[in-house]
């Protein structure tokens, strides 16, 4: 299974601040994911495509890093899913 959720829509231009809609649809997300305990997945981290640096975000990488780390702990904490479940990987555009 493979499902995308845009970046556009998960974060604003040079945030790792998960929306107020992404959070609307990580729970439905979550619903799949809760309904399928044997399911491990993976959550990958992408950057805009503007160059960014910031007293909180080095780089790109470091931004897709911390969008990754922000969906993981959402699925986690908002939602009740293990940890153990979900590897993030991160890439840079």
Do not use: C
């Not at 945030?15 to 993976?42: C, D, G």
């Amino acid at each position: 299974m493979f499902i995308s959720v845009s970046d556009k829509l998960l974060f604003s231009s040079g945030s790792y601040k998960i929306t107020p809609r992404a959070k609307e649809v990580l729970e439905k997300v979550a619903l799949i994911l809760n309904a399928q305990n044997e399911i491990q997945f993976m959550v990958e981290g992408h950057t805009d495509n503007k160059p960014i640096k910031t007293a909180a975000i080095k780089d790109n990488w470091d931004l897709s890093v911390l969008r990754a780390s922000s969906v993981v702990r959402s699925l986690q904490n908002d939602f009740h899913i293990a940890p153990q479940r979900m590897t993030m990987i991160v890439t840079e555009r």
